[in-house]
């Protein structure tokens, strides 16, 4: 007899997390945590693409309907193989407010690194799963602890948040590609029409820091913005 499915409501975006983790079957060859262990490795060297239930299944050496015991869709695949991701983020002590968001823009933005399809991917689903939530409990109580509350408090989060994402996604793009000779084209590119971009024109993207300078003077800029705001 095949595995049973999980039900539908499962299939809703972040819905693995909606309903309580499966039974574990007869065999315990095959569970929840190989099936994550395994779709992190696929998504490391493979990319989003590349990955599928039959795919999967081949590497962990099951059928491809075993795995719908634990997972309804393939998008329930990159949702437990991302919270696993926002997992490897560690929670600094209690430092000061400012200190421990520092801290943990730095370990964030790490983690998305080591798996370039994470901020992307981050940027498009729920997150939900447990480990995130635990990272969105953190960075919320840094905040409620500086004074923030109601919109600003959410506003603030997501300020935080969306920036370590949005960057990550932006470097790990960057990285899949010849850097030194995208930015020279898009810089040949700009001088060619600094008549619609005299700004861009003088001040090349880019051209004097690296991507950790970058991201660690937006770091500063963002949390001396909130400091002031709430002062």
């Known amino acids: 007899m095949s595995p049973k499915r999980p039900r539908s409501a499962g299939t809703m975006p972040g819905g693995v997390w909606l309903r309580d983790p499966p039974a574990p079957q007869r065999s315990p060859s095959l569970t929840r945590e190989r099936i994550v262990a395994a779709t992190v490795e696929t998504l490391d060297r493979?990319?989003?693409?590349?990955?599928?239930?039959?795919?999967?299944?081949?590497?962990?050496d099951v059928h491809a309907t075993s795995l719908?015991?634990?997972v309804a869709t393939r998008d329930e695949l990159f949702d437990l193989a991302l919270d696993e991701v926002f997992g490897e983020v560690?929670?600094?002590?209690h430092l000061s407010w400012r200190e421990d968001l520092a801290v943990f823009m730095d370990g964030l933005r790490a983690a998305l690194l080591r798996h370039p399809w994470a901020g992307p991917l981050a940027s498009s689903r729920p997150l939900m799963g447990p480990q995130a939530l635990a990272r969105a409990e953190f960075v919320h109580a840094a905040l409620v602890s500086a004074g923030f509350s109601g919109l600003n408090l959410s506003a603030a989060a997501a300020a935080v948040s969306n920036y370590v994402i949005g960057?990550?996604?932006?470097?790990a793009a960057w990285r899949q590609e010849d850097q030194g000779g995208a930015r020279r084209a898009l810089g040949e590119h700009i001088r060619r029409r600094a008549d619609?971009?005299?700004?861009?024109?003088?001040?090349?993207?880019?051209?004097?820091?690296?991507?950790?300078?970058?991201?660690?003077?937006?770091?500063?800029?963002?949390?001396a913005g909130l400091e002031s705001y709430r002062s």
Do not use: C, K
């Open 46 to 60: 493979d990319g989003m693409a590349g990955l599928s239930m039959r795919r999967l299944a081949e590497a962990l």
């Open 90 to 93: 560690a929670l600094p002590g």
């Open 196 to 223: 619609l971009y005299p700004a861009l024109a003088a001040h090349p993207p880019g051209a004097d820091a690296g991507w950790d300078a970058h991201f660690a003077r937006g770091v500063d800029f963002l949390l």
């Open 167 to 171: 960057t990550a996604s932006v470097e």
């Open 68 to 70: 719908y015991w634990y």
